[in-house]
């Protein structure tokens, strides 16, 4: 099966500025996720989505973030506008359902300058 | 909110020792999850484990999930350079969170 496809793999932007993040996770997987990951760190998870509805945002920096996951395929994640802090790798992830084992994407390293 | 402590965040090990990282939790967990990250890479899935005292094994790797559902391991017999990177424990938040939170994770080293 196809796995997790992340683009772009790398970006570099300085602060204040806008970027776009995109994944398309496995076919048939309802729950897709958002993780964030600091050098050295575990992941963090940003955003759940179950199908194309937020399970679970609670720890999503909602001034700064969004995402979408419409027709509950595809998402994005937004962040608008960057800061230093927010260089780390975005790794998207699915799975069948919750509590069952997560496919990771290869991620996307963010470099805010 | 709950978190999974994992221990050691370090191991260095000469090829073909033994090694070993734990996960603590000081609640129970539903079950838990362990994933491999090599350098520059992804986290990828290895096992979960659901039931109480639960052992199960894959080749070299010995997974365990303690009694009171509260602690897990994960150990490798004989570690190779393949075995290089950084181990994860990976649990739900709290009871029917869907939250799966990770460990700060173990970085293993393997000296030819």
Known sequence: EAGVAQSPRYKIIEK???VAFWCNPISGHATL??????????????????NN????????????FSAERLKGVDSTLKIQPAKLEDSAVYLCASSWAHNSPLHFGNGTRLTVT | GQQV?????????QEGEDFTTYCNSSTTLSNIQWYKQRPGGHPV???QLVKSGEVKKQKR??????????NSSLHITATQTTDVGTYFCAAPQGAGSYQLTFGKGT????IP
């Not at chain 2, 970085?107 to 393997?110: D, H, I, R």
């Open chain 1, 33 to 50: 996720y958002w993780y964030q990951q600091i050098l050295g760190q575990g992941p963090k998870l940003l955003i759940q989505f179950q």
């Open chain 2, 107 to 110: 970085k293993l080293s393997v």
């Open chain 2, 5 to 13: 402590m994992q221990i050691p965040q370090y191991q260095h090990v």
């Open chain 1, 16 to 18: 204040r500025q806008s």
């Open chain 2, 61 to 70: 790797l010995t997974f365990q999930f303690g009694e009171a559902k509260k």
């Open chain 1, 53 to 64: 509805g937020v399970v679970d945002d609670s720890q999503l920096p909602k001034d700064r």
């Open chain 2, 45 to 47: 899935f290895l096992i």
